[in-house]
């Protein structure tokens, strides 16, 4: 996962409650194989509507989706996460994430900031009228910005998952902090093993 100190970028207004993982990431697209490709199927029976906001070309290259409150709530598939980094987003903004989706995030790179309600409802309006408000969340200083606007609010985010984004540490990553350590005990495992001895017949 490559490190993530700041996301900049315009937002997309997805003014709804209670997304779940299925709508994030219909069921039929689980069937796939490779990591790659699932943005097609983002919101995908959605999208079958022309008013739908993916579907509005104001919002076209947006890297920064601004949800309503309570997103990536059912089923823990990765593949929902998966969908919005391959579409091209690169944070997700609400005011409360269902606890699975949020470690999801975490792990493979996508910056969930969880604003206070009504900051997330004075962004999401802002970014309604004006498509082109530049967005900035700040994972050091677990800030979410429009200067344009004079909007600011803040976000939790754990100390360790903080350096995780912007060290560009997976779970392999973390791990592999303690190498010298593995090294250390992968040398002198063999001698803590069971061994037979004597004639095996």
Known sequence: MKPVRVVTGRGVPLDRADVDTD????????????????????????????SFVLNDERFGGASVLVAGPNFGIGSSREHAVWALLDYGFEAVISS?????????????????????????????????????L?????????????????????????????????????DIGVTLRDEPGIERFEAQRSALLPRLTGDVA
Do not use: H, M, Y
């Open 23 to 50: 709508q994030i990431i219909p069921s039929d697209w689980l069937k796939r194989v490779e990591r790659e490709g699932f943005g097609r199927g983002l919101f995908a029976e959605w999208r079958d509507d022309r």
């Open 96 to 132: 409360r994430f269902a606890d699975i989706f949020f470690s999801n995030c975490t792990k493979q790179g996508l910056v969930p900031a969880a604003i206070e309600a009504d900051k997330l409802r004075e962004l999401l309006d802002a970014i309604t009228t004006r498509p082109q």
């Open 134 to 170: 530049e967005i900035t969340i700040d994972v050091e200083r677990k800030v979410v910005e429009a200067p344009e606007i004079g909007f600011e609010a803040t976000f939790d985010l754990d100390p360790l998952v903080a350096e995780r984004f912007v060290n560009g540490w997976d």
